[in-house]
């Protein structure tokens, strides 16, 4: 990733808000990845990026009003989640939180929850499920199933939404890909934010994208440490690659300066294929995980809340 002070290779467009051009100004600081047996290296990476992206997010982000608890479903450590403003929905939303497959976890988790919840309207499962250097392959999509089937117990299928963001947009997707092979129902909906469902980056955008997004040009150093020797184009790691005929109605959202674009354009073009309901939401000039608390973002919230009103029960009244 470049330096913060580096100027931007192109300047923002006409027609964004000031909020977001500002945010475009703002460059994280460069990341080294230690070498993959590097155990430490590792653990130091993940402690160190959770702090920064903790105090980026309270500088720029306003936590949305929510009420919050911990919960241990079977093992797997999340958090309950909701809104101020929650709607009348009777389903519940199952989250998994972005970080690259190995960031994002405690905190930033329940952080990541609180806004999810917000965006939704839904009652938030937020999973803070285990990740590298400790917690390879398989053990976030084990998490991922084994909350999903809690919900089932006490839920619907049509009455649960799975949703998740960037590394999460993964795993959500993997777990649809997995629970239809184990035999489990679909849930109502899925909402996949910038999703990170191509691990082999073999997209367009790894190529056209790299340098102006704030992604770093490859991450497959993560990828290949959470795969822990499995290829990447495994439908698990990669769901891009799965057969998609059986996923319900699906958000995809992205922007034109998200290096992941690609795959959330292939995604979008594999589910219509497949007959599966899909929208794809591009936002202008929106880098990876959007601009942060802006209009634009405002303005892809109240989608994602209409697409779940669109695609699940209000409360019975009486």
């Known amino acids: 990733m470049r330096d913060p002070a580096q100027s931007l290779p192109f300047p ?4 964004l808000s000031d909020e977001a051009a500002r945010s475009l100004e703002q ?3 460069e990341i080294h990845f230690p070498e993959a047996d590097d155990y430490a290296g590792w653990q130091k990476l993940v402690a160190d990026w959770n702090a920064e992206a903790m105090a980026r997010l309270s ?3 306003k936590e949305p009003q929510s009420d919050s608890r911990e919960i241990d479903v079977d093992g797997v450590h999340a958090y309950v989640v909701r809104a101020a403003d929650a709607s009348d929905r009777k389903a519940v939303q199952l989250y998994f939180h972005g970080g690259a497959l190995i960031f994002g976890s405690g905190e930033s ?3 990541e929850g609180t806004f999810a919840a917000a965006s939704s309207g839904l009652e938030t499962y937020a999973v803070d499920y285990r990740m590298p250097p400790e917690h390879p392959y398989p053990a976030a999509l084990d998490d991922a199933i084994t909350v999903y089937r809690r919900l089932l117990d006490e839920h619907e299928p049509r009455d649960i939404v799975v949703g998740g963001a960037s590394a999460g947009g993964n795993i959500a997707a993997a777990l649809l890909v997995r629970a239809y ?4 129902p679909m849930p109502a909906a899925a909402v996949l934010l910038t999703p990170g469902i191509d691990l082999t980056e073999s997209g367009d955008t790894f ?4 340098g102006i997004d704030e992604l770093p040009p490859t991450m497959k150093a993560i990828y ?7 290829p990447l184009d495994d439908p698990y790691l990669s769901p891009l690659f799965a057969d998609l005929s059986h ?3 699906t958000y995809l959202q992205s922007g034109t300066r998200d290096m992941l674009l690609s795959g959330t354009v292939r995604m979008h073009r594999k589910l219509r294929a497949a007959g599966v309901e899909a929208e794809l939401h591009v936002g202008e000039a929106m880098p990876h995980g959007g601009f942060g608390g802006t209009p634009e973002d405002e303005e892809l919230n109240k989608e994602i809340r209409r697409f779940v009103v669109a695609h699940t029960r209000s409360v019975a009244r009486r």
């Open 12 to 15: 923002p467009p006409t027609g």
């Open 181 to 184: 092979d184990e035999g489990l």
């Open 224 to 230: 290949q440490l959470y795969a822990a020797g499995r």
């Open 27 to 29: 460059r994280p600081p």
């Open 59 to 61: 500088e720029v982000l």
């Open 109 to 111: 988790c329940r952080l």
């Open 247 to 249: 996923f319900p109605p």
């Open 207 to 210: 190529r056209t994208l790299a």
